[in-house]
């Protein structure tokens, strides 16, 4: 079971050397049809892991606080940010950087939570956080010009213990 969790969470390989070496040894005995549903096996196997380590480097990617500058007609040029943690995933934290002291330092918490979620972990638990990612992966791919407005979380906690 935990070789299971680590293969899903793209940290082993081992179920991918059991279905080789199954392979390699219905080829051995030269049984060929099995050492072919082996190798469909394999396949599948190998996309399912490709898939997973492409959303870790992509959950790792937006993990950082982004700043999104208030546009409301009562408040344009009055230097009013908001944002959120695009940390997505388990311990994910959206929010308001508000004026309001309470709701910042709240904020502040929330990314300090976010920022010490293990590396390796898991990209998403639930299919809502899967939905999550990839809508903000969608979303940065079509304003690529956003990511300016992105601090990296550790990057971000450091200006606000100054």
Known sequence: MAQAVEF???RAVAPVDRVLDAMAAASA?????RAA????KLDT?????????RLRAATQALSFVYGIRDRTPARRGAGH???CTSCTGPGAHRGAMAPDPIER?????????????PADGPAAHTAPEMDELLLVMS???QHPEEFEST???SEWLETQAS
């Not at 196997?45 to 997973?52: D, G, H, K, M, Y």
Request: net charge negative; hydrophobic share 55%; aromatic share 14%.
């Open 105 to 117: 330092e709240a904020f502040a918490a929330a990314v300090e939570r976010s920022a010490a979620l």
């Open 139 to 141: 979303w940065f791919r």
């Open 8 to 10: 899903l969470e793209s």
């Open 37 to 40: 549903l082996w190798r469909e």
């Open 81 to 83: 940010d908001a944002g």
């Open 45 to 53: 196997l190998e996309s399912l892991f490709a898939a997973v380590s």
């Open 29 to 33: 005995a030269q049984d060929y049809e």
């Open 151 to 153: 601090t990296p979380l």
